[in-house]
């Protein structure tokens, strides 16, 4: 993704720690269920990751990476 080739290096480490997780645990203890949309989001730190999750095909499709103020508009 491109979101997450402009973070800083620590920043970076931290989501692909997360994202990496969510193979293990799609809905980890902090996660919420977006409301009107089928998608779900992480807080890592200031940022967010939103993805979605296919039970069926047991598959995280991750959909945004962005800062809290702009991930959702």
């Known amino acids: 993704m491109k979101q997450i080739g402009k973070l800083d290096g620590q920043v970076r ?3 692909d720690t997360a994202i990496l ?7 980890p ?3 919420k269920k977006l409301v009107n949309v089928e998608a779900w989001r992480i807080r890592v730190g200031d940022w967010r990751v939103i993805y979605q999750i296919n039970d069926k095909q047991l598959l995280v499709l ?5 800062h809290r ?5």
Do not use: F, H, Q, T
């Not at 991750?62 to 962005?66: A, L, T």
């Open 62 to 66: 991750v959909v945004r990476i962005g």
């Open 69 to 73: 103020r702009d991930v959702y508009e």
């Open 21 to 27: 997780a969510l193979g293990d645990n799609p809905r």
């Open 13 to 15: 480490r931290r989501i």
């Open 29 to 31: 203890p902090g996660s």
